[in-house]
C-alpha cells in the first residue's frame, strides 16, 4: 500500500485567533500540492506543521499509517522520509556549495566515499557544474535556490517535500526550472506540497488547498 501523509483534524490557534481548524487532508505518493491564500492566512504555519517543524494545537498527523507524535518520530521523518525546501534558501552562506551538499548527506548518514559523487551528479542536474567551491554568499538567488534543490537531489529517499514559496522573487527562467524539479519528485512518487501567491504556480499543482 502506498504512504499516505494524513492529518485528522488539525487546528492551530495563536492566543485567541484560529488560523484553521478541523483540517482533515490526505497526501499521496505523486502529489502535487499547492496551498494558496491571503498573506496571514496560515499556509506556512500549516506547511511547518505538515513538515513536522510545528505542532498542532489539536489533531494528529500519520504518514504510512504511524501516528507522528514523538520527537523521536519526528527527527526520523526529518532523516529518513521528509526534506524541506525554505523560502530563504537555508544555506550557511559563508560556506562553499559542496561543504553545504556534504553537511546534507553527511546528516543522513551517507558515507564519505559516496558524497562526491552524488554532489556532482545532483549540481549537473540542477545546471550548475563547476559551482561546488563557490561561496554561497556570491551567488544570485536563483542559483542559491538552485543548490536547495540539489541538496534534496543528493537525498534520494526523500519520500514528502514541503516548499516555502519555492519561486518567490525568481525569475521565469528559474521559477520554471524549480516548478520542472518539484514535478519531477512527484512523478518519482514523492508527495510534493508547497505554498505561493503565485497563480500560474499555483495552476501547476495537481491539486490546490485555499486557506
Same mark, same amino acid.
Given at each position: 500500500?502506498?504512504? /499516505? *501523509?494524513?492529518?485528522?483534524?488539525?487546528? =492551530? !490557534?495563536?492566543?485567541?485567533?484560529?488560523?484553521?481548524?478541523?483540517?482533515? +487532508?490526505? #497526501?499521496?505518493?505523486?502529489?502535487?500540492?499547492?496551498?494558496?491564500?491571503?498573506?496571514?492566512?496560515? $499556509?506556512?504555519?500549516?506547511?511547518?506543521?505538515?513538515?513536522?517543524?510545528?505542532?498542532?494545537?489539536?489533531?494528529?498527523?500519520?504518514? &504510512?499509517?504511524?501516528?507522528?507524535?514523538?520527537? $523521536?518520530?519526528?527527527?526520523?521523518?526529518?532523516?529518513?522520509?521528509?526534506?524541506?525546501? #525554505?523560502?530563504? =534558501?537555508? +544555506?550557511?552562506?559563508?560556506?562553499?556549495?559542496?561543504?553545504? +551538499?556534504?553537511?546534507?548527506?553527511?546528516?543522513?548518514?551517507?558515507?564519505?566515499? &559516496? !558524497?562526491?559523487? /552524488?554532489?556532482?551528479?545532483?549540481?549537473?542536474?540542477?545546471?550548475?557544474?563547476?559551482?561546488?567551491?563557490?561561496?554561497?554568499?556570491?551567488?544570485?538567488?536563483?542559483?542559491?535556490?538552485?543548490?536547495?534543490?540539489?541538496?534534496? +537531489?543528493?537525498?534520494?529517499?526523500?519520500?514528502?517535500?514541503?516548499?516555502?514559496?519555492?519561486?518567490?522573487? /525568481?525569475?521565469? %527562467?528559474?521559477?520554471?526550472?524549480?516548478?520542472?524539479? *518539484?514535478?519531477? #519528485?512527484?512523478?518519482?512518487?514523492?508527495?510534493?506540497?508547497?505554498?505561493?501567491?503565485?497563480?500560474?504556480?499555483?495552476?501547476?499543482? %495537481?491539486?490546490?488547498?485555499?486557506?
Amino acid at each position: 500500500m502506498s504512504a /499516505l *501523509l494524513i492529518t485528522h483534524n488539525l487546528t =492551530y !490557534r495563536i492566543d485567541d485567533r484560529t488560523l484553521w481548524e478541523g483540517l482533515n +487532508l490526505t #497526501f499521496s505518493p505523486g502529489d502535487m500540492v499547492a496551498l494558496t491564500g491571503e498573506s496571514g492566512c496560515g $499556509k506556512t504555519t500549516l506547511l511547518n506543521v505538515l513538515g513536522l517543524l510545528e505542532e498542532p494545537s489539536s489533531g494528529t498527523i500519520t504518514y &504510512d499509517g504511524q501516528t507522528i507524535a514523538s520527537r $523521536k518520530g519526528r527527527r526520523l521523518m526529518h532523516r529518513n522520509v521528509m526534506g524541506f525546501m #525554505f523560502q530563504n =534558501y537555508a +544555506l550557511v552562506e559563508q560556506w562553499t556549495v559542496n561543504r553545504n +551538499l556534504i553537511l546534507a548527506l553527511r546528516s543522513v548518514g551517507i558515507p564519505s566515499a &559516496d !558524497r562526491s559523487r /552524488l554532489i556532482r551528479r545532483a549540481l549537473r542536474a540542477v545546471n550548475l557544474t563547476g559551482y561546488g567551491n563557490r561561496p554561497i554568499y556570491t551567488l544570485s538567488g536563483g542559483e542559491q535556490q538552485r543548490v536547495a534543490i540539489a541538496r534534496l +537531489l543528493i537525498r534520494q529517499s526523500l519520500r514528502v517535500i514541503p516548499a516555502d514559496e519555492p519561486t518567490a522573487a /525568481l525569475d521565469a %527562467d528559474n521559477r520554471a526550472m524549480v516548478m520542472r524539479h *518539484l514535478r519531477d #519528485f512527484a512523478d518519482n512518487g514523492a508527495i510534493v506540497i508547497y505554498t505561493t501567491h503565485n497563480e500560474e504556480t499555483a495552476a501547476l499543482a %495537481d491539486r490546490i488547498i485555499a486557506l
